[in-house]
């Protein structure tokens, strides 16, 4: 109940250090006449706050005219073609005023007001009933802007203080203001996706800066919001050219800051989906900035706690790049043992399901240079007394292309493993895992005899070796003790 109440709707910002910065939003072409003066505000604690002089800076929300209403204006359809830009720039100027949702009671006529000039944007947009021109263009970005970059409200955790609670059982908060939120969003994925929009003139306005203050949104604990985001951001990829390398760099940057400071945010599973995409479309030979990507960012995003959140996503990415690239599965495979959970059985389940597609798109001479490391890794696991670690390290033998990997290289294998194999049969407390242990060694018997043979031979010989030893060590020791006794009973 305490958690409740102090996760409610009216959130503190994450950031308290506003910029002052002038704003006035009067009639088109009078924007710097000057009528309303406020704060600006952005996403991100530790970045700048953005000044209201760039083409999407958004500068601050304006208020509510004197009267505190606003009064709907005519539909599309009721004035003559030549005055629906105008018609258009006024809408915009009607949907820059914020409301306060923390209260249904307040201003519900103009919420509901705005609500449905927003629905009438977007349905003009979409129609293509006009081509708006670059100053609507310029204009319906402001509008953007200052609605959705905003600062977000402090995360769960941040409220509580409990540091080290599990993402998945933390409480989903939606933003309140979603009714408008949604439709401004709508509208922007509307304005990119179009037709009739031309990037030499739209990239003046979704520029960088406007594309670093999205990627800042993905941290949005809503995931409605980082839904329409990562929409937004694939097209913005796939339309922007020139923006490409940018966002690649930008999303890095937000990885390196996870792995290695913060282990929190919301988005990573968002933006690892976009990244799926995007690797998918790599050219070939891949490039040497990719692979980097890879070893720097995808492979140690298997480091932090919750990689439960995003793993889906991540191990989506990391097998695009070894099927796009199969000299890569070496490095990748060195990678997840590099940082293979210890005392994490769930985390273990997950690298071994990884493990198991990334085999498959592997071929023989890239599996030979990691198969020592990795089936030394493998008969841990098979030993583990979690069951289902152990089960799911068996259930590789299930998988053709993987079987004929290690038939072909039985004779290196089947040593390092064969001691876990017969430890299982005649110790794991579990019997499905015994059972499927079992099939196991019937598959390696009748794959090579002779070898099967070996392999028992220089298990007996090793026990026998290690059974001498302990016997030498307990002699020594019961020598010791009598030399010991003898001493006491003399003096």
């Keep these: 109940m305490f958690k409740k109440i102090i996760k409610g709707n009216k959130k503190t910002p994450k950031s308290d250090s506003h910029d002052p910065s002038s704003f006035a939003y009067g009639p088109p072409g009078a924007r710097n006449s000057g009528a309303v003066s406020a704060n600006v505000v952005v996403n991100h604690a530790s970045r700048a706050g953005p000044t209201a002089s760039g083409p999407n800076s958004g500068g601050p929300n304006p208020v509510l005219p004197p009267s505190g209403t606003i009064e709907p204006l005519p539909l599309f359809r009721d004035v003559p073609v030549s005055d629906r830009q105008t018609l258009f720039l006024r809408k915009l100027q009607v949907c820059c005023f914020h409301f306060d949702f923390s209260d249904t009671l307040k201003a ?3 919420k509901e007001i705005k609500r449905q000039t927003l629905l009438e944007l977007v349905d003009f947009i979409q129609s293509g009933s006009g081509k708006i021109t670059e100053t609507c263009q310029e204009e319906m970005i402001k509008m953007v802007s200052v609605n959705i970059f ?8 941040e409220n509580t203080g409990q540091e080290n609670a599990d993402p998945e059982e933390e409480e989903l908060y939606l933003e309140p203001s979603w009714p408008h939120l949604q439709l401004v969003y709508e509208l922007l994925l509307r304005y990119i996706v179009s037709s009739d929009t031309d990037t030499k003139v739209a990239k003046r306005y979704i520029d960088h800066s406007f594309v670093l203050k999205l990627l800042d949104l993905f941290d949005s604990e809503d995931p409605r919001e980082r839904e329409y985001l990562k929409n937004i951001l694939h097209r913005i990829y796939g339309k922007f050219m020139v923006h490409r390398p940018f966002i690649r760099k930008a999303i890095n940057n937000i990885f390196y800051r996870f792995i290695y400071e913060t282990e929190r945010h919301s988005g990573i599973a968002e933006l690892l989906e976009i990244l799926g ?9 891949m490039k040497e900035e990719h692979k980097l990507f890879l070893v720097r960012a995808l492979i140690p995003l298997h480091k932090p706690k919750p990689i439960a959140v995003y793993h889906q996503q991540l191990s989506y990415c990391i097998t695009q790049f070894v099927e796009k690239d199969y000299k890569l599965a070496d490095t990748v495979i060195r990678g997840l043992l590099k940082y293979w959970p210890v005392t994490n059985c769930q985390k273990e389940v997950l690298f071994l399901g990884e493990l198991e597609e990334v085999l498959e798109a592997t071929q023989a001479a890239e599996f030979q240079r990691c198969m020592v490391p990795l089936f030394r890794q493998i008969a841990r696991c098979l030993n583990s007394s979690h069951f289902q670690v152990a089960e799911r390290a068996l259930f ?3 998988n053709e292309h993987i079987v004929s990997l290690i038939a072909q290289n039985r004779n290196v294998i089947l040593p390092i ?3 876990a194999l017969e430890n299982n049969i005649s110790t794991h407390w579990n019997q499905a895992v015994h059972g499927l242990t079992v099939n196991v060694r019937k598959m390696f018997l009748e794959m090579d005899a002779d070898l099967f043979e070996e392999c ?3 298990l007996a010989e090793r026990e026998a070796r290690t059974k001498e030893v302990e016997e030498q060590r307990e002699m020594t020791w019961k020598k010791l003790a009598d030399a010991a006794g003898e001493d006491m009973i003399t003096a």
Excluded: D
């Design 277 to 285: 995409s995007i690797i998918n479309g790599f050219a070939l030979p």
């Design 417 to 419: 493993i064969f001691e």
């Design 108 to 110: 519900p006529r103009e």
């Design 396 to 398: 590789l033998w299930n």
């Design 456 to 458: 028992q031979r220089q």
């Design 150 to 157: 905003r600062c977000l409200p402090p995360a769960c955790h």
